[in-house]
């Protein structure tokens, strides 16, 4: 499977990004995609994820911390996977990755085979 993700960098607290997972070489509404951010703790934390029916969740371990601030969708048309992160501080400073899974999401990163490279979200003060 191979997918890019774009969209990250350098953005003063309060403001937004818009990160994107597009895949090629096959059809991402297949798939669960989910979004992942390496933090402070050196370990993947799972944040959302979008089903291959379109339904999301959000993790519960961090559901309070983005709720109302991130939020995954889909274009199909774009065969593209969206997390929009709006409100940002610099707790939200890492590296994201987006992952797909077949049809199903799970909160472990041990579950997914396929990964991005990563980018780089820094929120400065």
């Known amino acids: 499977l191979q997918f890019v993700e774009s969209g990250g960098g350098l953005v003063q607290a309060g403001g937004s990004l818009r990160l994107s997972c597009e895949a090629s070489?096959?059809?991402?509404?297949?798939?669960?995609v989910a979004w992942f951010r390496h933090g402070p703790r050196e370990e993947r934390e799972p944040l959302s994820c979008?089903?291959?029916?379109?339904?999301?969740?959000?993790?519960?371990d961090y559901a309070d911390l983005v709720k109302g601030r991130f939020t995954i969708s889909r274009d199909s048309a774009k065969n593209t996977v969206y997390l929009q992160l709006n409100n940002l501080n610099p707790l939200d400073t890492g590296v994201y990755y987006c992952?797909?899974?077949?049809?199903?999401?799970?909160?472990?990163?041990?579950?997914?085979?396929?990964w991005g490279q990563g980018i780089q979200v820094t929120v400065s003060s």
């Open positions: 992952a797909p899974r077949y049809k199903f999401c799970t909160p472990s990163p041990a579950n997914y085979n396929y």
């Open positions: 070489g096959f059809t991402l509404d297949n798939y669960a």
């Open positions: 979008i089903r291959a029916d379109g339904t999301t969740i959000d993790y519960p």
